[in-house]
């Protein structure tokens, strides 16, 4: 089985502090990426990556940023925390060739800002 | 307008009753379509996907997919109480590097 790991269930963080949410995949997955899921505004892409040191902005990138420098390895970095980026974060890798659509999700980072 | 439209109910049925869960979409260059299940405080899980017109049957569930209106649908046959959840409608963009764009979700109620 498919496993995506997000290093913490459950984080609260002040504002203006430095933020890392880290995923790793175990199954050699291309494809990585970063959503953010918010009530009523459904599961938003952050970020993507289909390989090593390359990345994507998504949908809604501003306010953060993102470190691929191994395959299995796909952090979220918020450089500055602000209350507005109090969220679900849902980390998701897929199989190649590009995106089918097929993702597998971590468990999630349930960020709270203060 | 919202690139992928639900519903956000809650949709309640009974048990071994049909559930019929429905999203539009607005881009018509998106080629392919996913149901996601998420259980309540898990992630989401892929159930189902569909690429072209018609019916696509796993089990008790079943896909439908129309371009011409638009619309994909996700029946669910003998629900049963597990199948509670909310279900996410997904779409995949036709741009680029194709990007998976998800509706809000139906919040499914199956009553024993």
């Known amino acids: 089985d498919v496993k995506v790991t997000q290093s913490s269930r459950y984080l609260v963080k002040r504002t203006g502090e430095k933020v890392f949410l880290e995923c790793v995949q175990d199954?050699?997955?291309?494809?990585m990426f970063w959503y953010r899921q918010d009530p009523g505004l459904g599961l938003r892409l952050i970020y993507f990556?289909?390989?090593?040191?390359?990345?994507e902005k998504g949908d809604i990138p501003e306010g953060y940023s993102v470190s691929r420098e191994k395959k299995e390895r796909f952090s979220l970095i918020l450089e500055s925390a602000s209350t507005n980026q109090t969220s679900m974060y849902l980390c998701?890798?897929?199989?190649?060739?590009?995106?089918?659509?097929?993702?597998?999700f971590g468990e999630g980072s349930r960020l709270t800002v203060l | 307008q919202k690139e992928v439209e639900q519903n956000s109910g809650p949709l309640s049925v009974p048990e071994g009753a049909i559930a019929s869960l429905n999203c539009t979409y607005s881009?018509?260059?998106?080629?392919?379509f996913f149901w996601y299940r998420q259980y309540s405080g898990k992630s989401p899980e892929l159930i189902m996907s569909?690429?072209?017109?018609g019916d696509k049957e796993d089990g008790r569930f079943t896909a439908q997919l129309n371009k011409a209106s638009q619309y994909v649908s996700l029946l669910i046959r003998d629900s049963q109480p597990s199948d509670s959840a909310t279900y996410l409608c997904?779409?995949?963009?036709?741009?680029?590097?194709?990007?998976?764009?998800f509706g809000t979700g139906t919040r499914l109620l199956v009553s024993p």
């Open positions: 998701a890798s897929s199989p190649p060739p590009g995106n089918t659509g097929e993702l597998f």
């Open positions: 199954m050699d997955h291309e494809n």
């Open positions: 990556s289909y390989d090593v040191k390359m990345k």
């Open positions: 881009d018509r260059g998106s080629q392919s």
């Open positions: 569909i690429y072209s017109n």
């Open positions: 997904a779409a995949l963009r036709n741009t680029g590097f194709q990007k998976l764009v």
